[in-house]
């Protein structure tokens, strides 16, 4: 018998030639996928070298990834059973699941209740019958023999396909592009549920505690259906149709009106302050790379248009100093100086002059105090106060509630690849973040990468859990940046070398990055929340 020898978690085995991950490992029942030589791959994958192998559970982060790519598929072929005559399609995050719109052929009530309850019943069968996930790799007329596409978005999503054949996932009977590792069979589908949403439903995955309160999610919902109305009137839906505005040369106007219904939204965002003559602070809160700094600018003209003279404050520039030996976490508050932040906002308030800090980012201090900028606020001021924790309570927490307008600012990607098939926000801000940092901050795509986690902690900590406490949210994300960052990113992620532990994340980000055709950036206006990133 050819036998090699590969390394599985960490030990030494011999197995045959050709086999299968599923036969290696088949003694293991929770493993869902697996890491090969850094990259994430099901478990039909076939070994024929000595390789290292690592297993992957549903408990770790790239395992739920696995779960949730199964449940969608297994959501898919439900719905078609027994609901055909629904249309459904795709939404982003929300309430620990994905949203679902769903509409019926005369637009008239749904039971979502009973919808809910008829796929809930059918997804424990699946579960029990532990039917495989098949793996197909087609050319591109046999794939789309075998996908349903009742609205095209497939077809037009394939008239850009780089390549002459793509990987095609079934689950009794439904097919679709593959867009990520599924599981090896239903039976690991445990736990995944559907629960109604109006208007739509939540697919949920069996590892959220989240409960769905009604009145939980709204302003974010509220968010998202208005960017989804504006993606229909641009024209802009799904990645196909970005595409072909690409490849017709319509994609300027497409940016055009993209960028002037952000200009809109902010000078809305502006009147909604000036309306209320109690506000004397704005606070600006976002995850990474979610645009804050470009924000705030707009922002801050807009305001100047009603007649207030904006004073800015960087929550950066608050960071404590730091020892070089001790390594801090910049993802919570506790790196800030929150006391010396609070007495120069209230001072300020009290028409005192004030002197604010700045920090250097390279020395991992604060500057000397004779460079602290003497600021104060003019009688029509209003003070913006802009950073990760602008939303934490710790912060102006001796200011009356009324006196503060709180804005949060997100990426909220709302285009799609297809009815079933999402962008993920966080795929599309760590493209921003590593075209920034690898242009402007001297970092490489690699240590990029290696934070991203790390940063995803932070903001599951100290961020997201207070964007229900704001009074407005603003969508900074632009329906075709994936397609002007593809022009930046793209290079850098080859720069990861094939050795580094980052590599298959950056592989999966260049796969991603294939779905777009690329747009040069010379298209965005200067004051493009893009620009932040890109320039």
């Given at each position: 018998m050819?036998t090699?020898v590969i390394?599985?978690d960490?030990r030494k085995q011999?197995?045959?030639r050709g086999?299968s991950?599923?036969?290696?490992?088949?003694?293991r029942t929770d493993?869902i996928?697996?890491?090969?030589?850094?990259h994430?791959?099901?478990?039909?994958?076939t070994?024929?070298?000595?390789?290292?192998v690592?297993?992957?559970?549903?408990?770790e982060?790239?395992?739920?990834a696995?779960l949730?790519k199964?449940?969608?598929?297994?959501?898919?072929?439900?719905?078609?059973?027994i609901c055909?005559q629904l249309?459904?399609?795709?939404?982003?995050s929300l309430?620990g699941?994905y949203f679902?719109q769903?509409?019926s052929p005369?637009?008239?009530e749904?039971?979502?209740r009973?919808?809910?309850r008829l796929?809930?019943?059918?997804?424990?069968?699946?579960?029990?019958?532990d039917?495989?996930?098949q793996?197909?790799?087609?050319s591109?007329?046999?794939a789309?023999?075998l996908v349903d596409d009742?609205?095209?978005?497939r077809?037009?999503?394939?008239r850009s396909w780089?390549?002459?054949?793509i990987?095609v996932?079934?689950?009794?009977g439904?097919?679709d592009l593959?867009h990520g590792?599924?599981?090896?069979?239903s039976?690991h589908?445990?736990g995944v549920?559907?629960l109604?949403?109006p208007p739509g439903?939540?697919?949920?995955?069996g590892?959220?505690c989240?409960t769905?309160?009604?009145d939980h999610g709204?302003?974010?919902?509220?968010?998202?259906q208005?960017?989804?109305?504006?993606?229909?009137m641009?024209?802009?839906?799904t990645?196909?149709?970005?595409?072909s505005?690409?490849?017709e040369?319509?994609?300027?106007?497409?940016?055009?009106?993209n960028e002037?219904l952000h200009e809109k939204?902010?000078?809305?965002i502006?009147?909604?302050?000036?309306?209320?003559e109690?506000v004397?602070?704005?606070?600006?809160?976002?995850p990474?790379?979610s645009g804050?700094?470009?924000?705030l600018?707009r922002?801050a003209?807009?305001?100047g248009?009603?007649?207030k003279?904006?004073?800015t404050?960087?929550?950066d520039?608050?960071?404590?100093?730091?020892?070089?030996?001790?390594?801090?976490?910049?993802e919570?508050?506790e790196?800030?100086?929150?006391?010396?932040?609070n007495?120069h906002?209230?001072?300020?308030l009290r028409?005192e002059v004030?002197s604010i800090p700045r920090f250097d980012?390279?020395?991992?201090?604060?500057?000397?105090?004779?460079y602290?900028?003497?600021v104060?606020l003019?009688?029509?001021?209003?003070?913006?106060?802009?950073g990760l924790?602008a939303?934490n309570p710790?912060?102006?927490?001796?200011?009356p509630?009324?006196?503060?307008?709180r804005v949060?600012?997100?990426?909220?990607?709302?285009i799609?690849?297809d009815?079933?098939?999402?962008?993920p926000t966080?795929?599309v801000?760590?493209l921003?973040?590593i075209?920034?940092?690898r242009n402007?901050?001297?970092a490489t795509?690699?240590?990029?990468l290696?934070q991203w986690?790390?940063?995803?902690q932070?903001e599951?900590r100290?961020i997201?859990?207070?964007?229900?406490?704001?009074d407005?949210?603003f969508?900074?994300?632009?329906v075709?940046e994936?397609a002007?960052?593809?022009?930046?990113a793209?290079?850098?992620?080859?720069?990861?070398?094939r050795e580094?532990p980052?590599q298959?994340?950056?592989?999966?980000l260049l796969k991603f990055?294939e779905l777009?055709?690329p747009?040069?950036?010379e298209v965005?206006p200067?004051?493009?929340?893009?620009q932040?990133?890109?320039?």
């Amino acid at each position: 018998m050819d036998t090699i020898v590969i390394d599985l978690d960490g030990r030494k085995q011999s197995v045959r030639r050709g086999s299968s991950l599923k036969d290696i490992l088949k003694d293991r029942t929770d493993v869902i996928a697996a890491v090969l030589n850094h990259h994430l791959v099901s478990l039909d994958t076939t070994v024929f070298h000595g390789v290292s192998v690592s297993s992957v559970t549903r408990q770790e982060p790239r395992g739920r990834a696995v779960l949730r790519k199964g449940a969608e598929l297994a959501f898919q072929f439900l719905m078609g059973k027994i609901c055909p005559q629904l249309r459904v399609e795709i939404g982003q995050s929300l309430l620990g699941g994905y949203f679902y719109q769903v509409h019926s052929p005369d637009d008239g009530e749904l039971d979502l209740r009973n919808v809910a309850r008829l796929v809930n019943e059918e997804m424990q069968k699946l579960v029990e019958e532990d039917r495989p996930f098949q793996r197909e790799l087609l050319s591109l007329t046999e794939a789309m023999e075998l996908v349903d596409d009742p609205t095209a978005s497939r077809a037009k999503l394939l008239r850009s396909w780089p390549s002459p054949r793509i990987h095609v996932v079934g689950l009794g009977g439904c097919h679709d592009l593959q867009h990520g590792v599924v599981p090896p069979s239903s039976r690991h589908l445990t736990g995944v549920e559907v629960l109604p949403f109006p208007p739509g439903l939540v697919l949920r995955f069996g590892d959220c505690c989240e409960t769905l309160d009604p009145d939980h999610g709204r302003l974010l919902m509220d968010c998202y259906q208005e960017t989804r109305s504006w993606n229909e009137m641009i024209g802009v839906r799904t990645v196909g149709e970005l595409n072909s505005s690409v490849l017709e040369g319509r994609i300027e106007r497409v940016v055009r009106l993209n960028e002037a219904l952000h200009e809109k939204r902010i000078a809305r965002i502006a009147d909604q302050i000036c309306e209320n003559e109690s506000v004397r602070v704005v606070c600006i809160a976002g995850p990474s790379a979610s645009g804050k700094s470009t924000f705030l600018q707009r922002l801050a003209i807009q305001l100047g248009v009603n007649g207030k003279a904006p004073l800015t404050i960087s929550l950066d520039d608050y960071y404590r100093e730091r020892e070089q030996s001790v390594e801090v976490d910049l993802e919570s508050p506790e790196a800030l100086d929150i006391g010396l932040l609070n007495r120069h906002v209230e001072a300020l308030l009290r028409d005192e002059v004030v002197s604010i800090p700045r920090f250097d980012f390279t020395k991992q201090q604060p500057v000397p105090r004779e460079y602290w900028k003497l600021v104060s606020l003019k009688p029509n001021g209003i003070l913006l106060l802009e950073g990760l924790h602008a939303m934490n309570p710790a912060i102006l927490h001796n200011l009356p509630n009324e006196t503060v307008f709180r804005v949060f600012v997100s990426a909220l990607t709302q285009i799609i690849i297809d009815e079933f098939n999402r962008v993920p926000t966080s795929k599309v801000r760590l493209l921003r973040r590593i075209t920034r940092d690898r242009n402007f901050r001297g970092a490489t795509t690699a240590e990029v990468l290696e934070q991203w986690p790390k940063v995803q902690q932070g903001e599951k900590r100290y961020i997201f859990p207070f964007q229900d406490r704001v009074d407005c949210l603003f969508n900074s994300s632009l329906v075709f940046e994936a397609a002007i960052l593809k022009s930046f990113a793209w290079r850098y992620l080859l720069e990861v070398p094939r050795e580094h532990p980052t590599q298959g994340e950056a592989f999966r980000l260049l796969k991603f990055l294939e779905l777009f055709v690329p747009v040069l950036p010379e298209v965005l206006p200067d004051n493009s929340i893009l620009q932040e990133f890109v320039t």
